[in-house]
């Protein structure tokens, strides 16, 4: 079993983390307190690869690996987790359905301007009244001639408002649960189609979530998604991956969380020495930065899975779930070393802990992952 990265993984690390260093970094507060994403950003991370981190290059991607990926949100994660989700979203949950389960057409009309980043995408499952249980969604699409017509309002979705376009699913047949649900790909500007309430977060502000609604809203029969039917499974496959990504986010962010409290423990001096020296703060730094290692262990155990074309439906969900609740604990100690300091917006502990709970949220609460993993480990 190899364990180390390669000469050009320890490469695309350098170069992530000195882009997201120079081009975020000095900006972090800015946006997270107008809650923005700064529209001239979405260039410079294309012009990296990472609007299209693991599509083919044909389909102007960067061909990335599955480990690649995870380096790459790990090290936007470390410096601002909201960017990174915005990035995460994009790229694993919209256009990754749309490469997944797309005809040639499709890919070539919308994995491309996705991948280059001249589009954001957005992806629909949650409502107001099916988060866990996703299988409970209430929007239908109703075929009608040759097109469909969607109705339903979708809740919590990340560029509900920015998207260019939005992967939604919907009911097409009554009574069949989650095999009656299909996905479809809807177009901003499309009659019947609009963003509703921005939400106002606790974390992860620089990303934005919004309500969509549909209305009477007519779709060609192009814009069907995958087969009939197939929606929710081939969601729930779409979720396998972006779970990695979610873990892979979330030890990004504990990583930051832990060098932001390490260098501040050697220079905040109390009792006429750094509290770095103090037992009780070296054991804080010294249980994070184990849990952080097993963290990142477990995620990219789980990508270099998905590099080898094995099933991660449990892998992912161990991720997930090991990751984003060892980076609550990462982010709550950093607040703790930084004492008053962490409580306040000049220094960069608040933030970590306030984006960090989105971790044990989206994409399947921890409630949910140990769930899933009781069905794979547990089913006789
Ligand atoms: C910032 C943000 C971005 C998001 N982006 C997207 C997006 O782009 N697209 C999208 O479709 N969705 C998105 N979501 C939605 C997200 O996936 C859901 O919020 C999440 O799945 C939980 O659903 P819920 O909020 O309705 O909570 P609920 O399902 O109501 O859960 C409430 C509580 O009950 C627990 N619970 C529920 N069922 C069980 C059970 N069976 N056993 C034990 N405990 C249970 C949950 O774990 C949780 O603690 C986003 C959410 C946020 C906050």
């Given amino acids: 079993m190899n364990v180390e990265f390669s000469a050009d993984q320890e490469l695309l690390r350098r170069s992530i983390r000195e882009f997201a260093e120079t081009e975020i970094r000095p900006h972090v507060r800015e946006w997270d307190e107008a809650q923005y994403f700064p529209p001239d950003l979405r260039p410079k991370l294309a012009a990296l690869g990472l609007m299209g981190i693991q599509f083919p290059e044909e389909y102007g991607g960067a ?25 995460a979203a994009h790229n694993g949950l ?6 997944a389960f797309g005809t040639e057409e499709q890919r070539q009309t919308y994995v491309i301007p996705l991948a280059r980043g001249e589009k954001l995408a957005a992806w629909g499952l949650t409502e107001a009244s ?5 299988a409970a969604i209430r929007t ?52 019947g189609f609009r963003a509703g309430k921005k939400e106002d977060k606790l974390g992860m502000r620089a990303s934005e ?126 607040v703790q070393i930084f004492g008053g300091y962490g409580f306040v917006k000049d220094y960069p502990a608040e933030k970590y802990f306030r984006d960090v709970k989105l971790t044990t949220i989206g994409e399947g609460t921890s409630e949910i992952q140990r769930l899933v993993i009781a069905r794979q480990l547990l089913a006789n």
């Fill in 63 to 87: 061909g990335m690996s599955a480990v690649d990926y995870c380096i790459s949100i790990e090290e936007l994660a470390r410096v601002d987790p909201s960017i990174c989700l915005s990035v």
């Fill in 94 to 99: 919209g256009a990754a359905h749309i490469f």
């Fill in 130 to 134: 099916a988060g866990s249980d996703a």
């Fill in 140 to 191: 239908t699409a109703v075929r009608d001639g040759d097109g469909w017509v969607i109705n339903g309002t979708k809740q919590f979705i990340t560029h509900g408002q920015t998207g260019d376009l939005i992967v939604a699913m919907a009911v097409t047949t009554r009574g069949k649960g989650s095999r009656g649900i299909s996905a479809f790909i809807v177009e901003g500007g499309t009659p």
């Fill in 209 to 334: 979530t919004s309500e969509v609604i549909f209305e009477n809203c007519r779709v060609p029969g192009s814009q069907l998604l995958g087969a009939e039917g197939q929606g929710f499974v081939n969601a729930m496959q779409v979720l396998d991956a972006g779970r990695i990504g979610i873990a892979a986010l979330a030890v990004g962010l504990a990583q930051g969380a832990y060098d932001a409290a390490r260098d501040y423990a050697f220079t905040r001096r109390q009792f006429g020495q750094p509290i770095g020296a103090f037992q009780s703060i070296r054991a804080k730094l010294v249980e994070n930065a184990g849990r952080i290692e097993a963290a990142r262990l477990l995620t990219f155990r789980a990508a270099a899975m998905r590099d080898q074309g094995r099933r991660t439906t449990l892998e992912a969900a161990m991720a997930k779930l090991y990751s984003s609740e060892s980076a609550v604990r990462a982010a709550e100690d950093g």
